[in-house]
């Protein structure tokens, strides 16, 4: 009878550090990213704040450029969830918007194939590109009104891409 008392007492006890466990890693996940940006959410040179959902392999993101503009962005991780201390690729969708320092203004919406990296520091890199669909709504510089003005807005396809630096927490 002791011998079942003693099993029965050592099994209780693993399953609760089991569950205590887990517990602490989910503490301890990352869900949120804000990084210094090149390109990208921001469209120039900016901030950017990402959170990653529950499920792992969706995060949504917004930007804002030191100049004025920002954007939005989702990202999927179709491999796998994202992960600290891998490489996670990720397809993502974009839309952002600004003023250049020139004058103009355009609309920037593009389809990024990226990967990123959070390190166990917290240090976290991304680099994406891929297709973007640019529309310049107000032509760049000074505008002489005396000579015939282009036809606006204008529409372009090019490669567009960002890279990021920052931290989770």
Known sequence: MIHIRTL?????LSICSFF???????????????????GGTPTS????????????KVSLEIGTGLLLGGGLGI??????????????????VRSSYNIQGSGGSRIVNYLPVGINYL??????????????????????GYIQWDLPQPNYPKY??????????????
Do not use: H
């Open 8 to 12: 029965f007492l050592a099994y209780v």
């Open 20 to 38: 205590q466990a887990q517990d602490v890693t989910m503490k301890k996940q990352v869900n949120n990213l804000f990084s210094f940006a090149a």
């Open 45 to 56: 040179i900016g901030f950017t704040y990402e959170r990653i959902l529950n499920n792992r």
């Open 75 to 92: 990202n999927f991780y179709p491999i796998k969830s994202i992960k600290k201390e891998q490489f996670n690729p990720f397809l993502g």
């Open 119 to 140: 390190g166990s520091k917290k240090l976290y890199l991304c680099l994406d590109f891929g297709p973007a669909y640019i529309v310049q709504l107000v032509p760049n």
């Open 156 to 169: 372009s396809f090019n490669v567009y891409g960002g890279f990021k630096v920052g931290f989770g927490f």
